[in-house]
């Protein structure tokens, strides 16, 4: 369904928003909401997920035969590529009221000049207990920032030098001699909230790009849009988790944090989050211990991520024998180093089920030489030692503010989804 696709795209700026408009759609499906400090009593065919922290979400759907065959896992992140803002962010620079930034995640940082940009993310407020604070979520809803390129007549002499990053990539957010110069950027942040500006302890809030989705090509086939890398695995997750039916299958998904920046956190793939969840899981279900072990055994896992599609321009930097072109499937990864956990056994349970359901799946491998991008799969499988595969759909200008990638493609993920979890 490609409408949650187009929802998460618009309405998912940042990490905490994707979260909760997960939320939303899980809610609206019959998926109960559970407390990570409450035991959890279990019942064959029920919907459950859980939100450990804001930027983080597991839901499970759980068969109704209560003789499980098997345990699926969906893997995706929710984070992307941005620029965040610091603490005690407000410069005057030359009359301008400019905003100190750093990047977060990989992102292509030519691509961010010369766009509006909205702020959004999330604000922590004092209450009563110091060890509880407030939690409200913000979105400007309109441009707030700009980041004005260099003009060509004065870079004569800069040619080849490597970007500043503290100096060139900072954002105008006013002009003095207007109002702005008077309140500073937590002032209009705590004025949208209806806060008072004191009131806030801290903040997580970036810079996004405010483009919205754009169907593009002569034959209308492919798709623009800001943070397709990774909202659109996150979607096919959450919209086969909707449609899951009633089974003897156990299906899980989790999305996690902070895969652009490494996974290592509470609320990323490396920790030990993911593993304490399903352990609950099969608890609260009271299995006993052969029947954890048997559907751990039999367990297979998803890890979906986009994947580098063939470039037009630069088509050396692909395998000269695995070319993925967009439009023509799914990217199903693999690496000898195991940067992609895809290994033949768990590749073969892909191929056949491509087969059978007309699923159209490429195969990547790197350019030899070429180290690629780490995913979700080698981390998790490392404690949930199980068949996985690393696969997404191919695009182009991966951590651009604006990515490319094909609608059929993600139909056919979502095909394979609905596969695996048996749909």
Known sequence: MIDTLCRLLDRGITQFHIVKECEDILQANDYRALD???????????????????????????????????????????????????TQPDMNRCGYQTLNVEPYGGLIKETWFDRPLGIAGKVMTQT????????????????????????PHLRKDTSGEKMNVQKELIPVYGLNGHEVKNTDIIQYVADDLGLLKDDILDYDLYLYNMDDMEVVGAEKDMIASPRLDNVTSVAALVDTMCRAEKGNCINVISLFDNEEIGSRSKQGADSVLLSEIIYRLMKGLDMEENDRRRIMRDA??????????????????????????????????????????????????????????????????????????????????????VRAVDM????????????????????????????????
């Open 128 to 151: 009563a207990d110091p060890f509880r604070p407030e939690t409200y979520l913000y979105d400007s809803e309109r441009a707030m920032c700009i980041v004005p390129s260099l003009a």
């Open 36 to 86: 990570m400090g409450e035991c959890w009593h279990l019942t064959a065919g029920s919907r459950y997920y859980v939100k450990p922290y804001p930027s983080m979400l597991v839901a499970f759907a759980i068969g109704d035969v209560p003789e499980y065959s098997r345990l699926n896992i969906g893997l995706a992140h929710t984070d992307f590529p941005m620029l965040k803002i610091k």
């Open 300 to 385: 297979f896992m998803l890890s979906l991520d986009v994947a580098h599609a063939t470039h037009p321009n630069y088509s050396e930097k692909s395998d000269p024998t695995n070319q993925i072109i967009m439009g023509h499937g799914v990217a199903l990864k693999s690496s000898a180093s195991q940067r992609y956990v895809s290994d033949s056994a768990a590749s073969a349970v892909i191929m056949a089920l491509a087969r059978e359901n007309g699923i159209k799946v490429q195969r990547q491998v790197n350019r030899s030489g070429m180290a690629g991008g780490q995913t979700l799969g080698p981390i998790a499988s490392s404690y949930l030692p």
């Open 392 to 423: 997404g759909i191919p695009i182009l200008a991966m951590h651009s503010a604006v990515e490319l990638g094909s609608a059929d493609d993600y139909a056919q993920l979502e095909g394979i989804c609905a596969a695996v979890m048996g749909v």
